[in-house]
Structures are given as C-alpha cells and as structure tokens.
C-alpha cells in the first residue's frame, strides 16, 4: 500500500494528561479519565499559563479565549495574592494615608500596631521574618 500512515494530530497547545498509574503510560488502553491540559505562551509575561480541563472542547475553548485575551491585552496570567501580601498592602496604604477608617480619618498609629500585631500572630512565617 505504501501511504504514510497519518498520525492523528494532536490539537496545538493541549496535552493529554493521565493520572498517575494509568496504563496508558505503558502503551496499554486507558483506565482513568484523562485531564486535557491547555496551555498557552504570553510573549508579554515571558510565561506559559496552564489550566486542565475534563474536556477537549473545554480545553479548546479556554485556549482560544485565552488566546485572543492575551493578543488584545485585556488578559494578565494570574498573579499569586496571598492573604499576607494584601495586607502589606494595605497596611502601606494605611501608614501613607490612603487607606482612611470608615469616617474618612487616617488611621491612627496605634490602630496600626494593633493591625499589624494581629496579622504577626496570624502568620508565623512573618513572625519570625520581623523579629
Ligand atoms: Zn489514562
């Protein structure tokens, strides 16, 4: 016969992801529910986002949205916030006095060492960063 046997293609920028211990790794037929892991490549952030999903026209969607958000610029890869970097923050934001108390005063100093106080025990990292 002689014609190439095609491959079928693998959809641009999706991976097929089988959990841990499935068979198909070793070339045998699938025995878990496979996650479709989309990826993406922002120029900008010089970083590819990543999201799985259970299905390929999930995963097809998410990457051209994505896609075209990242073109037009309306889209930025999730930054990681975390509860302590807010209230940095905020707490900046407090000493410059822009954050204001709900009548409008800038807060006072001593309202701001308690603030700060609380999050030192509410985050020990912190804690032993400060001391
Ligand atoms: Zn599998």
Same mark, same amino acid.
Request: charge should be positive; aromatic fraction near 6%; include cysteine.
């Given at each position: 016969?002689?014609?190439?046997?095609? $491959?079928?293609?693998?959809?641009?920028?999706?991976?097929?992801?089988?959990? $841990?211990?499935?068979?198909?790794?070793?070339?045998?037929?699938?025995?878990? $529910?496979?996650?479709?892991?989309?990826?993406?490549?922002?120029?900008?952030?010089?970083?590819?986002?990543?999201?799985?999903?259970?299905?390929?026209? &999930?995963?097809?969607?998410?990457?051209?949205?994505?896609?075209?958000?990242?073109?037009?610029?309306?889209?930025?890869?999730?930054?990681?916030?975390?509860?302590?970097?807010?209230?940095?923050?905020?707490?900046?934001?407090?000493?410059?006095?822009?954050?204001?108390?709900?009548?409008?005063?800038?807060? $006072?100093?001593?309202?701001?060492?308690?603030?700060? &106080?609380?999050?030192?025990?509410?985050?020990?990292?912190?804690?032993?960063?400060?001391?």
């Amino acid at each position: 016969m002689g014609t190439p046997s095609a $491959k079928p293609r693998r959809p641009e920028g999706i991976t097929l992801r089988h959990r $841990k211990g499935c068979p198909a790794d070793d070339d045998r037929s699938c025995r878990c $529910k496979p996650a479709y892991q989309a990826q993406v490549y922002s120029p900008r952030d010089r970083r590819t986002i990543r999201k799985s999903f259970t299905s390929l026209s &999930e995963a097809r969607a998410w990457r051209a949205d994505t896609a075209t958000a990242l073109r037009r610029g309306t889209m930025r890869p999730p930054t990681r916030t975390t509860l302590e970097e807010a209230a940095d923050d905020w707490l900046l934001a407090a000493r410059a006095g822009i954050a204001r108390t709900r009548s409008g005063d800038p807060y $006072k100093p001593s309202a701001l060492r308690s603030y700060e &106080e609380a999050l030192r025990t509410k985050c020990p990292a912190r804690a032993r960063n400060t001391t």
